[in-house]
């Protein structure tokens, strides 16, 4: 089956703890995507990369960092500098950031809650 | 900025009743629009693609359409079902790599 998982689905952070979610996807896309959902509110941007080894800051990267070595991977750690890290985390990909019109496809999410 | 507003917040409908969603979104630069749906606690699941060259599209019960000029975009579900149930999201891409979401319909459709 071809699409995108996250794990864990539920993680406890203690404070001062960095935490790090996994992002894996075999669709073979170029772009992958972190984004924050918040109760009753839209999703925000954190970090997107458009390419194996380069990724780009979005709208609220503070307190976050990722990786990019492999095409199929992208985890986001959650640093202990993020002072509100209590939400929800969802991974998309899309076949490439570069050109119009890239439908964006999404994992299941994992939801973190600061102990 | 580019800012996505969806109206109304909640939405509740007898089962089979026709119903549109609304997205309203301030930059007509856009080059394409996503209509998601959210089940509580999943991830989104993408129902329709539409781009800034496009005025509507269809799957199946679902018809949406787009009017740039305006900065409108409407989703409307024919013969609503329990199963619709869900929240609805709505996201402009006016970059390559950038979706801009609104905060969402949450629909309930009684048996």
């Known amino acids: 089956d071809g699409g995108i998982t996250q794990s864990p689905k539920y993680l406890f952070r203690k404070e001062g703890q960095n935490v790090t979610l996994s992002c894996e996807q075999n669709?073979?896309?170029?772009?992958m995507y972190w984004y924050r959902q918040d109760p009753g509110q839209g999703l925000r941007l954190i970090y997107y990369?458009?390419?194996?080894?380069?990724?780009q800051k979005g709208d609220i990267a503070e307190g976050y960092s990722v990786s990019r070595e492999k095409k199929e991977s992208f985890p986001l750690t959650v640093t202990s500098a993020q002072k509100n890290p209590t939400a929800f985390y969802l991974c998309a990909s899309s076949i490439d950031g570069s050109g119009l019109g890239n439908e964006q496809f999404f994992g299941p999410g994992t939801r973190l809650t600061v102990l | 900025k580019q800012e996505v507003t969806q109206i109304p917040a909640a939405l509740s409908v007898p089962e089979g009743e026709n119903l549109v969603l609304n997205c309203s979104f301030t930059d007509s630069a856009i080059y394409n629009l996503q209509w998601f749906r959210q089940d509580p606690g999943k991830g989104l699941t993408s129902l329709l693609l539409?781009?800034?060259?496009?005025r509507e599209q269809t799957s199946g019960r679902l018809n949406a359409s787009l009017d740039k000029s305006s900065g409108r975009s409407t989703l409307y579900i024919a013969a609503s079902q329990p199963g619709d149930s869900a929240t609805y999201l709505c996201a402009v891409s006016h970059s390559s790599y950038k979706l801009i979401f609104g905060s969402g319909t949450r629909l309930l459709v009684r048996p």
């Open positions: 669709l073979n896309h170029d772009a």
């Open positions: 539409i781009q800034s060259s496009q």
């Open positions: 990369s458009q390419i194996v080894n380069d990724f």
